[in-house]
């Protein structure tokens, strides 16, 4: 089965370093992945997607990196502000399944 | 605006007392999911509908059950919440099967006494 793990429960920046979380999936197969910023008391709010025929895509302020290679995912904010302060969550869905599996969630804390 | 509305944000329920969390949603997807989030934990899939067509999760216990009578309104029936059963509950829906970002509900907070 699809097995989604983050590398750290808990990543501390300061307001304006980047930050990188990190992300593991285990089954090749997987074709879409996803990345989730869950703030307290709020649902998951999507912010990057990137598809097995890519290997990285940026937004704004933030890029997704993917080594199928290694099956690795990860997400870089650059510039955190304090309102980045919040559990990322990888999520990857594999074709035939659709269905994303979400990984355990990395909590971002950025200091002022 | 918001597009997934879930209803009512705080739902406190007593042990034993079926209780029904509700969805809607204003973007006219074809999948609606249902979620259980634990504490600290990642969001887990309970089930979840493509238009009427409905697929329970193997591990998701009887307990929970689920009706959709229109494309925009979802809900989630439990029949007799436990304490483990407490917990925020997410629903979410997308435009198509895994290809397209899922847009999620603010949640539903149960508590159970």
């Known amino acids: 089965g699809e097995s989604v793990g983050l590398h750290l429960p808990t990543l501390s920046v300061q307001e304006g370093d980047n930050s990188i979380i990190n992300c593991a999936y285990s089954?090749?197969?997987?074709?879409?992945f996803i990345w989730y910023k869950q703030e307290s008391g709020k649902g998951p709010q999507f912010i990057i997607d990137?598809?097995?025929?890519?290997d990285k895509r940026q937004g704004q302020r933030v890029t997704v990196l993917l080594n199928k290679t290694v099956k690795h995912l990860s997400l870089q904010i650059a510039a955190t502000q304090p309102g980045d302060s919040a559990v990322y969550f990888c999520a990857v869905t594999k074709g035939g399944s659709y269905i994303p599996t979400f990984g355990r969630g990395t909590s971002l804390i950025v200091h002022p | 605006d918001a597009m997934v509305i879930q209803n009512p944000r705080y739902q406190v329920t007593q042990f034993g007392k079926p209780v029904t969390l509700s969805c809607s949603q204003t973007l006219n997807h074809n999948v609606m999911y249902w979620y259980q989030q634990k504490s600290s934990q990642a969001p887990k899939l309970l089930f979840h509908y493509y238009d009427k067509d409905f697929n329970n999760e193997a591990d998701t216990p009887d307990n929970f059950q689920s009706r959709r009578p229109n494309t925009s309104f979802c809900f989630l029936d439990i029949r007799s919440p436990g304490l483990g059963d407490a917990a925020m509950y997410l629903c979410?829906?997308?435009?198509?099967?895994?290809?397209?970002?899922?847009?999620f509900g603010q949640g539903t907070r149960l508590t159970v006494v």
């Open positions: 990137i598809r097995s025929n890519m």
């Open positions: 979410a829906t997308s435009r198509e099967f895994g290809s397209a970002e899922a847009f």
């Open positions: 089954n090749s197969a997987s074709d879409y």
